[in-house]
């Protein structure tokens, strides 16, 4: 193998044997590997920079061993072992992570869930399903659908993400705005402990019996444990679907239209807000769109109350924007998980990533223009767009691509880390979350103690007393010293 | 306007110059292509740069549950070999774990076959010398036998014929050797039918399983042999048994520069046409369902045929499963994954039983693969079309 890694394991090859067969004497000979190409294979997930450097034969960094667990106590008897030999776990799902959480930094074990992708367990009585942390999204809704539910949980990853990875990350989906994000959908769930315990927790409908605990591990990123099996609320699928698109002439209108639907008690499943470089982008057959703001909206559940909750959704629009009827709506339901041009730009030398950030309406305007002006700011990046995705009656999340070729005075790493440190710097500065729902991953840990500066203490307390030898993807919050 | 003109018109010239945008994206694009070696790699390295999106309809990974094996990967594994940043032997049986389904393709929009795309990894594989055992016998065995199998215990119908000799019925290696009754079923529908069939003397497998190995010489070798043996044959129409033999004597052949002279027909399509308006009843009511094979519905697109077929069947009760036609299910037994990994064949083949006895506890199909893997992995009620046309028939 002739890989170059950015960052090093301290493992060596005599290392390597001597975890696999530690390993194997533990779980089976079957489950685990340190193959080549199964440590190429799980080296960084979807990470924009890594895929750069995959161009280039590079990877960010190499797993020292791969393990495959097909039950909880497999996980549990890994993660002891892993514990009391101080070696990373990085646990992987659908490697659909976008910000380098998946990158085995300090090397060791990664940790591929997806022989754990099992239905446990689908109540239509009490409307909640409970599946393996490791199966695959579309094909868990699938499951639900052809028993005619949903869990409403749509993210653009649906294909290639696991329900463990939604929870880790604390994901949320394209339909977000009427279902939630998983923090509402999710009732419970099973995790292993980095010392091998395995706890569990659920509610169903609600309980008031001290502080739950499985919130802990929802946006936890494998940093406290790993979980093994989730419960979810599951929705009948919905009855009624109406579509609607207007165009607005600048952003301005429409966000104040949306902010006004949504103070109005009206809850549109999808409200997408795309600025006037992404209605070009994206709705470039539509030539009523020339030089406007489109916004798209699906409202969708019970057939008689959707209806009348489109009728309330157009009559504020006809205020700010002019109709442009269904078409638009369809196309965005047509294309919504292509992402081939993260195929192609790559290859084009273009370095380009999305960020996604929330803000309350307040500074919903300025929180925008001021991202956009300081992605623009950096030398070298020729690309700054947004589109605004998920709603709140409280605010908005804005989605934020920025593209560009570096200079000849800077590598293709330095560009990318300059756009995303003036981003952030400008989403702090404007009073925004930095992260809405991909996470934090090596990317964003720079910045965490300053968005939750009153709870760094409180996260590395936790931190410290679950995962005191800090196996559990070490370095990915920067909340500890030697992070 | 096409997809990519928003971004060369917002391309700020002022940063790139008066070389204008459109050209240094060209440029840079270029200085990369031409350290790749050939489209091929081009196209692994597109897969391999995409997140996946087609990994939820990848059999082999769903029941296999190993990253490496997702399609993606594999198209990883592949770029980083054709860089020369992998060596063969570190690539393992992993090229091969594909079952050709094309779900892949049916779910890309950049249209990309996986299972196409790793081809040339596995002949440069071989050209290293780094095969997989299970693969060196199936080549021993084409070269010896030229079928798949050591020996074909039972010679079934070869060089048989009745009637006007018009229809060639071409059984397929799998159905020859594993489902006599399929074969039995089909000559004699096909005489019932038409008046008059015929068979090869000497039957030679169609080839397929030689070209997705990465056999280039065995494929040509075979190919020729089956143009010469049933272009001399006279037939007007060739119906075939197995939808990749259909595929490879319809397409494969008039892509690699071979021609048979006859239509090229699957059985499915042929009873379809035959059977309209014929009265056809069971004796006693079935209900059944319908197990589409992949390379049936999604490379040939024949899904209306089959149904058409089974509908025209009094007593016979159709339930249409959940993932059906072109969203159909593989049964484990496609492409090469078969000769590496047997256990992960069944294990797919079982998920898809499950899936069809929500439905029916009788699974109908129109591919010899399809019924045998079914039956191996422990599925009885379990018929070729044509075994249930031929009993409405009598």
Not at chain 1, 222 to 233: D, M, Q, R, V, W
Not at chain 2, 163 to 171: I, N, P, S, V
Request: glycine share 8%; proline share 4%; with cysteine.
């Amino acid at each position: 193998m002739d890989i170059e890694t950015v960052y090093q394991s301290p493992y060596d090859e005599e290392d390597r044997h001597r975890i696999l067969e530690e390993l194997e004497n533990e779980i089976g000979s079957e489950k685990v590997s340190i193959d080549n190409a199964d440590r190429v294979s799980s080296s960084h997930g979807f990470w924009m920079i890594g895929e750069r450097w995959t161009v280039e034969g590079k990877s960010p960094a190499l797993p020292d061993v791969v393990v495959w667990p097909d039950e909880t106590e497999d996980v549990s008897k890994i993660l002891s072992y892993a514990n009391e030999m101080g070696i990373p776990v990085i646990p992987y799902g659908g490697g659909s992570n976008v910000l380098g959480n998946l990158v085995a930094r300090r090397g060791g074990i990664s940790l591929d869930m997806k022989k754990m992708s099992d239905i446990v367990e689908i109540d239509e009585n009490n409307l909640k399903a409970t599946v393996q942390a490791g199966m695959n999204g579309m094909n868990f809704e699938q499951e639900l659908r052809r028993k005619g539910y949903t869990t409403g949980n749509i993210p653009q990853s649906l294909y290639c993400s696991s329900v463990g990875g939604w929870l880790a990350t604390n994901a949320t989906g394209q339909f977000s705005t009427k279902y939630g994000g998983v923090e509402k959908m999710a009732l419970g769930l099973e995790a292993v402990l980095p010392d091998g315990e395995v706890v569990e927790g659920s509610l169903s409908p609600r309980r008031s019996t001290g502080p739950e605990v499985f919130p802990l591990f929802i946006g936890s990123e494998g940093t406290l444990g790993t979980i093994t099996e989730a419960t979810f609320k599951i929705n009948k699928e919905p009855s009624g679907r109406y579509f609607a698109s207007y165009v607005f002439d600048d952003i301005s209108d429409s966000i104040n239209c949306v902010e006004e639907i949504m103070k109005n008690d009206l809850r549109p499943a999808v409200v997408r807000i795309y600025d006037k470089i992404e209605t070009k982008r994206h709705f470039y057959e539509f030539p009523e769109c020339e030089d406007k703001v489109v916004t798209v909206f699906v409202v969708e559940g019970n057939e008689n109350v959707a209806e009348e909750e489109m009728k309330e959704v157009k009559d504020i629009c006809s205020k700010y924007g002019v109709s442009l009827g269904e078409k638009p709506v369809q196309h965005w339901l047509d294309t919504r998980f292509d992402v081939t041009e993260t195929s192609k730009y790559p290859q084009y030398g273009l370095i380009f990533d999305t960020i996604e950030a929330s803000v309350g309406w307040d500074n919903a305007e300025e929180f925008y223009r001021g991202g956009i002006e300081a992605m623009e700011s950096v030398d070298g990046i020729v690309l700054a767009s947004a589109h605004a995705s998920h709603f709140y009656p409280q605010g908005v999340c804005f989605y934020f691509t920025f593209g560009g070729i570096p200079p000849s005075s800077k590598s293709s790493q330095e560009l990318y880390e300059e756009a995303w440190d003036a981003a952030v710097k400008s989403f702090l500065d404007n009073g925004g979350h930095i992260s809405h729902h991909h996470g934090i991953g090596l990317n964003r840990g720079r910045w965490l103690s300053e968005e939750r500066e009153s709870e760094v203490n409180l996260l590395k307390k936790i931190k410290e007393k679950v995962d005191p030898n800090n196996i559990m993807n070490p370095g990915l919050f920067q909340l500890r010293e030697d992070d | 306007m096409d997809e990519n003109s928003w971004l060369f018109d917002i391309l700020d010239p002022k940063i790139l110059g008066e070389i204008g945008p459109k050209k240094v994206f060209d440029i840079s694009a270029d200085a990369i292509r031409n350290k790749l070696k050939n489209e091929n790699v081009e196209e692994l390295l597109k897969c391999a740069l995409c997140p996946n999106m087609c990994e939820f309809s990848c059999p082999v990974l769903r029941s296999g549950g190993r990253e490496t094996i997702s399609p993606a990967r594999k198209s990883k594994l592949g770029y980083l070999y054709s860089r020369q940043n992998l060596e063969a032997d570190e690539l393992g049986d992993n090229p091969y774990y594909c079952v050709s389904c094309g779900a892949c393709e049916h779910n890309c929009p950049m249209d990309i076959n996986v299972s196409d795309l790793l081809v040339p990894i596995r002949e440069r594989m071989n050209y290293q010398g780094v095969t997989p055992e299970g693969v060196l016998d199936v080549k021993k065995n084409l070269k010896d036998t030229g079928t798949i199998y050591e020996e074909i215990e039972d010679e079934m119908k070869e060089g048989e014929e009745v009637g006007d000799g018009k229809t060639l019925y071409f059984q397929s290696c799998v159905a020859r050797q594993e489902s006599p009754e399929l074969v039995n079923a089909t000559f004699n529908l096909i005489e019932e039918v038409d008046g008059g069939v015929k068979t090869l003397e000497e039957e030679k497998c169609c080839g397929s399983p030689a070209l997705s190995l990465g056999f280039e010489e065995e494929f040509s070798k075979l190919a020729e042999e089956v143009q010469e043996a049933l272009n001399d044959s006279g037939a007007e129409r060739i119906v075939c048994s197995c939808p990749t033999c259909t595929k490879t004597l319809r397409e494969t052949y008039s892509d690699e520069g071979y021609e048979i002279e006859a239509e090229i027909l699957h059985i499915s399509e042929y009873l379809a046409e035959k059977l309209e308006g014929i009265d056809l009843e069971l004796e006693e009511s079935m209900e059944i369902t319908y197990h589409d094979p992949c390379t049936l519905a999604r490379d040939l697109e024949v899904t209306d045929e089959p149904r058409k077929v089974l509908e025209e069947i009094d007593n016979l009760a159709l339930e249409e499963p959940y993932f059906s036609e072109e969203d159909t299910r593989c049964c484990g037994r496609g492409g090469t994954l078969s000769y590496v990994d047997e256990e992960l064949s069944e294990e797919i083949a079982r998920e898809r039983i499950d899936h069809l006895e929500e439905w029916s506890g009788t699974i109908v199909t129109s591919c010899p693969s399809c019924k045998v893997s079914f039956e191996e992995a422990g599925k009885d009620e379990v018929y070729n079309l044509s075994e249930i046309v031929l009993r409405a028939f009598e």
